[in-house]
């Protein structure tokens, strides 16, 4: 199947779960993820927020913050096809953005970076065991990804209905460490 066929088919299957469902499930992800080394190593959470039935990242927030780690969540910049990350102490600074994602607002001096032991999840339509993704067509993520270097630790939230056989890699594609869903994690490397 062609990435578009995997788009099409991989959002009418998520798209036709009920809000229950997606919140009974993204929590039992975001647990799991909490509870790992994963987390529990790095210094600094990338998050992302969801729109449609994505999974959800809000018990995250609060676990990072709780913690004492840094959050960050993407400012899109349509025009030059850029993510920068933006740190958030508080989800309600995060407003309607392109798209209607909630993004922060640009703020000096609170862009920030990831480093060597942070994690970035990373959204997707689709993942397949061996790291591969399958986005929503822009390419803002694999750019973002190939600029931060390999020490920076990748991470997909899915249900597990999103994990596929076999997506085909393109060059362009970067692929992810690990990949949380409501019934495994699995480590891409």
């Known amino acids: 199947?062609?990435?578009?066929e995997i788009r099409r088919e991989t959002i009418l299957k998520r798209d036709s779960l009920s809000l229950e469902e997606v919140q009974?499930?993204?929590d039992t992800i975001s647990r799991a993820f909490i509870a790992s080394p994963l987390f529990r190593d790095a210094q600094t959470i990338f998050l992302?927020?969801?729109?449609k039935n994505e999974v959800r990242t809000d018990k995250i927030f609060r676990a990072a913050r709780e913690a004492g780690k840094r959050v960050g969540y993407p400012l899109i910049n349509h025009r030059a096809r850029e993510i920068e990350y933006i740190e958030v102490v508080d989800t309600e600074e995060l407003t309607s953005g392109y798209y209607g994602i909630l993004e922060p607002p640009k703020c000096d001096g609170r862009a920030i970076r990831p480093n060597g032991g942070d994690i970035v999840i990373v959204p997707g339509v689709a993942f397949d065991a061996r790291g591969h993704r399958v986005g929503y067509g822009g390419g803002f993520y694999d750019r973002f990804l190939s600029?931060?270097?390999?020490?920076?630790?990748?991470?997909?939230?899915?249900?597990?209905?999103?994990?596929?056989?076999?997506?085909s890699e393109e060059p362009h594609d970067i692929r992810l460490g690990y990949i949380v869903?409501?019934?495994?994690?699995?480590?891409?490397?």
């Open 24 to 26: 009974k499930m993204s």
């Open 48 to 51: 992302y927020s969801p729109i």
């Open 1 to 4: 199947m062609t990435k578009d």
């Open 181 to 189: 869903t409501e019934d495994r994690m699995i480590h891409c490397r």
């Open 147 to 167: 600029e931060i270097g390999s020490e920076v630790t990748t991470v997909g939230l899915a249900f597990a209905l999103q994990i596929i056989p076999i997506i």
